[in-house]
């Protein structure tokens, strides 16, 4: 049989595939429930019949058949294959219980700690209507399925875990003289590459909630860096930062959660920018009409043409959105792309341009966690977006980027430290003060929580192309 009278072609629209399992998503996605054809809303405009068969030509769509969506109740975020297992491991420590016991935090037998910081608190914290880190997390978690290895199984089966490395060349294309900007798909922009407005139950969702924020995690990070017996040394950045996370059932926000963290230390930090923020972390849809303003202003606005616009929308954002908002508030950034075919090259520079940042910090190189007061950092690969708080260095002479994950939770055994540290990892005096043994405080197993904040080869050897943007903010 040739490879011609493979491919399947949908007769609704006329998209081809040569799998199955992507014919039916296809279908599922862009034709369910008796939805026979996209709606038509004239020429031109984005989400009409003529512009989606331009789309079809010009945008990587047919990738889109590489992401799932989670299997974990509550998360609905859209991941590759390649991740999936990645993915639900993270899901399983994020509500791991035996680390949040009492029992899992214990005093020893250490020489007891020079540290007399105080534990950090950011001038402005508890934004009013902002998602405490307390119990109302149980309730915003998403919720694991009892066997998640049976969970994944059956995503495997059905899809077959096709392995798919391209890339898709996302430059502009010269035709005729000029230059056409590419309308994105899928791939870039999520599942809702072609929504038009958002549900009102998201909004009410997003405006009731906002975010959940946990404050004084990086302390905690650096006790359990220096606890940890791998780590031989590593950099962190500024404690203000908040890590922010998404609330459960709103889907696909990451690029926007990790503006609100780097927002977060703006504020917090009372740097450069914090006056134009309102001293405030901005909402999503705050954070959708600085991009489309700046857009407006001839920032990055190539953007509004490739995504065909935000605004109360769930298409997802990336860096050079990110870029816009800083750069059209004043707010001074500078972006960074490593891109390379070659196995590993990207990954590669990627670390030495992370380390090189870290080490520009003023700090005590005898220290094992070398705590500095530089911003985090927003990093970019395919699919997905994280935060950038750190970088270990392990025994091994290995890397690892430690990172806030807006898809995940801080695990109940993180919070149970926070305010148990000082601002860098030592023990404050009050716990001093009321320890027995006046011995600081340890986490009986530091590197299976750590593993939710490090990220190394096994997750960035899946991808060719990575982006980061640096805040260049000095005090206010």
């Given at each position: 049989?040739?490879?011609?009278?493979?491919?399947?072609?949908?007769?609704?629209?006329?998209?081809?595939?040569?799998?199955?399992?992507?014919?039916?998503?296809?279908?599922?996605?862009?034709?369910?429930?008796?939805?026979?054809?996209?709606?038509?809303?004239?020429?031109?405009?984005?989400?009409?019949?003529?512009?989606?068969?331009?789309?079809?030509?010009?945008?990587?769509?047919?990738?889109?058949?590489?992401?799932?969506?989670?299997?974990?109740?509550?998360?609905?975020?859209?991941?590759?294959?390649?991740?999936?297992?990645?993915?639900?491991?993270?899901?399983?420590?994020?509500?791991?219980?035996?680390?949040?016991?009492?029992?899992?935090?214990?005093?020893?037998?250490?020489?007891?700690?020079?540290?007399?910081?105080?534990?950090?608190?950011?001038?402005?914290?508890?934004?009013?209507?902002?998602?405490?880190?307390?119990?109302?997390?149980?309730?915003?978690?998403?919720?694991?399925?009892?066997?998640?290895?049976?969970?994944?199984?059956?995503?495997?089966?059905?899809?077959?875990?096709?392995?798919?490395?391209?890339?898709?060349?996302?430059?502009?294309?010269?035709?005729?003289?000029?230059?056409?900007?590419?309308?994105?798909?899928?791939?870039?922009?999520?599942?809702?590459?072609?929504?038009?407005?958002?549900?009102?139950?998201?909004?009410?969702?997003?405006?009731?909630?906002?975010?959940?924020?946990?404050?004084?995690?990086?302390?905690?990070?650096?006790?359990?860096?220096?606890?940890?017996?791998?780590?031989?040394?590593?950099?962190?950045?500024?404690?203000a930062i908040q890590h922010i996370s998404k609330l459960r059932g709103e889907g696909g926000f990451c690029g926007y959660r990790n503006i609100q963290m780097l927002s977060s230390y703006i504020v917090g930090a009372r740097v450069e920018g914090a006056e134009v923020l309102d001293n405030r972390v901005p909402s999503i849809f705050r954070i959708q009409d600085y991009i489309e303003n700046a857009w407006d202003k001839g920032i990055n606005a190539s953007g509004r043409v490739e995504t065909g616009g935000i605004k109360g929308t769930r298409k997802y954002i990336g860096t050079p959105e990110a870029q816009a908002m800083f750069i059209s508030l004043n707010i001074p950034c500078e972006a960074e792309g490593f891109k390379s075919s070659k196995p590993g090259a990207a990954e590669t520079a990627l670390f030495a341009s992370v380390l090189r940042y870290f080490e520009s910090a003023h700090f005590n190189p005898a220290d094992k966690i070398r705590c500095t007061d530089l911003p985090p950092i927003y990093f970019?690969?395919?699919?997905?977006?994280?935060?950038?708080?750190?970088?270990?260095?392990?025994?091994?002479?290995?890397?690892?980027?430690?990172?806030?994950?807006?898809?995940?939770?801080?695990?109940?055994?993180?919070?149970?430290?926070?305010?148990?540290?000082?601002?860098?990892?030592?023990?404050?005096?009050?716990?001093?003060?009321?320890?027995?043994?006046?011995?600081?405080?340890?986490?009986?197993?530091?590197?299976?929580?750590?593993?939710?904040?490090?990220?190394?080869?096994?997750?960035?050897?899946?991808?060719?192309?990575?982006?980061?943007?640096?805040?260049?903010?000095?005090?206010?």
């Open positions: 049989m040739s490879s011609q009278e493979n491919v399947m072609i949908c007769p609704l629209c006329g998209y081809k595939t040569g799998a199955e399992y992507a014919m039916l998503l296809h279908m599922e996605e862009l034709h369910a429930e008796g939805d026979l054809s996209p709606p038509d809303l004239g020429p031109g405009v984005p989400g009409s019949r003529e512009t989606r068969a331009a789309e079809h030509e010009v945008s990587s769509d047919e990738d889109a058949e590489l992401f799932v969506e989670c299997p974990i109740e509550g998360c609905l975020e859209q991941i590759t294959l390649a991740e999936l297992e990645n993915h639900v491991d993270f899901h399983a420590i994020e509500q791991s219980e035996e680390p949040a016991s009492l029992a899992a935090v214990a005093a020893v037998d250490v020489a007891p700690s020079d540290s007399t910081d105080p534990e950090y608190r950011s001038p402005y914290s508890r934004p009013e209507g902002v998602a405490r880190p307390d119990h109302r997390h149980e309730r915003e978690r998403p919720r694991s399925p009892t066997n998640h290895d049976s969970t994944i199984d059956a995503w495997k089966k059905i899809f077959g875990r096709k392995q798919i490395n391209k890339i898709k060349d996302l430059e502009s294309k010269q035709i005729d003289g000029r230059t056409l900007r590419k309308r994105l798909g899928k791939s870039e922009l999520g599942k809702h590459a072609y929504e038009q407005q958002m549900p009102n139950s998201l909004v009410a969702l997003l405006k009731r909630g906002k975010y959940t924020s946990a404050e004084g995690i990086i302390p905690v990070l650096a006790r359990l860096l220096e606890q940890s017996p791998a780590t031989e040394h590593a950099y962190l950045c500024h404690p970019q690969h395919r699919g997905h977006s994280l935060t950038i708080v750190g970088l270990e260095q392990r025994g091994s002479g290995s890397l690892k980027l430690l990172v806030f994950d807006p898809m995940f939770h801080d695990p109940e055994g993180v919070l149970r430290l926070v305010g148990r540290v000082g601002r860098h990892g030592g023990s404050t005096k009050e716990d001093n003060k009321n320890s027995r043994s006046r011995n600081p405080m340890i986490h009986r197993s530091p590197d299976s929580v750590l593993k939710l904040y490090r990220r190394g080869n096994n997750y960035l050897r899946k991808y060719q192309e990575f982006e980061l943007l640096r805040l260049k903010t000095k005090p206010a």
